[in-house]
Nanobody
């Protein structure tokens, strides 16, 4: 089993930046894809960005050009750099891991972090 611990959430003004980190422990050899999801207030969970072990990233259209996902494989950590933040980015952000190279839906991910609140407001 994989355990995930997130850090880096908070309150930021529109146009600002934040970086989320997520450290994995436990059965890390089972990890292929690492990803970030988010859940806005009153809405479902949506994929923000994903990065398989091969390194080919994919992003939600709403964050392309503003967010960057990266991973540090030796330290089993995934990051989400968020720039030019907008109020509609307000959500709880979750990191997740999957044993699959292609993982795009919630059911593909077996391990989840505790969630980090990101609030974008002036």
């Amino acid at each position: 089993q994989v355990q995930l611990v997130e850090s880096g959430g908070g309150l930021v003004q529109p146009g600002g930046s934040l970086r989320l980190s997520c450290a994995a422990s436990g059965s890390v050899t089972s990890i292929n894809t690492m990803a970030w999801y988010r859940q806005p207030p009153g809405k479902g969970r949506e994929l923000v960005a994903a990065i398989p072990s091969g390194g080919s990233t994919n992003y939600a259209d709403s964050v392309k050009g503003r967010f960057t996902i990266s991973r540090d494989n030796p330290n089993n950590t995934v990051y989400l750099q968020m720039n030019s933040l907008k109020p509609e980015d307000t959500a709880v952000y979750y990191c997740a891991t999957s044993p699959f190279t292609i993982a795009t839906v919630v059911a593909d991910f077996g391990s989840w972090g505790q969630g980090a609140q990101i609030t974008v407001s002036s």
